[in-house]
């Protein structure tokens, strides 16, 4: 059983910044492939970014590339997501997932075993 918790969340103004962290419970923290999604009021969870189990692929969706990046720390079994030039539409509940091997794309959360209880970030223009 892997237990995520997720921190970091506020209310930023546009164009600001924030970090949000994810410490995960679980000894082996590095076969998992970790991701974060986020969920706006009233819309799909949709894929933020994402880490393969290796550490040595990132992936990010379009509309966070070049804003948002996404780190891990085997030793400290955290992930983290810093994100920069924030936008309101960027508002929502940040989730943090972690996946074994499968078959669905890193975008996908039909793929991710375990998920956090969310962050919200709240984005005021």
């Known amino acids: 059983q892997v237990q995520l918790v997720e921190s970091g969340g506020g209310l930023v103004q546009a164009g600001g910044s924030l970090r949000l962290s994810c410490a995960a419970s679980v000894r082996t923290f590095g076969t998992y492939a970790m991701g974060w999604f986020r969920q706006a009021p009233g819309k799909e969870r949709e894929f933020v970014a994402a880490?393969?189990?290796?550490?040595?692929?990132?992936y990010y969706a379009d509309y966070v590339k070049g804003r948002f990046t996404i780190t891990r720390d085997n030793a400290k079994n955290t992930v983290y997501l810093q994100m920069n030039s924030l936008r309101p539409e960027d508002t929502a509940v940040y989730y943090c997932a972690a996946r074994r091997p499968t078959s669905y794309t890193v975008a996908d959360y039909r793929g991710y075993d375990y998920w956090g209880q969310g962050t919200q970030v709240t984005v005021s223009s």
């Open positions: 880490f393969s189990r290796s550490g040595g692929s990132t």
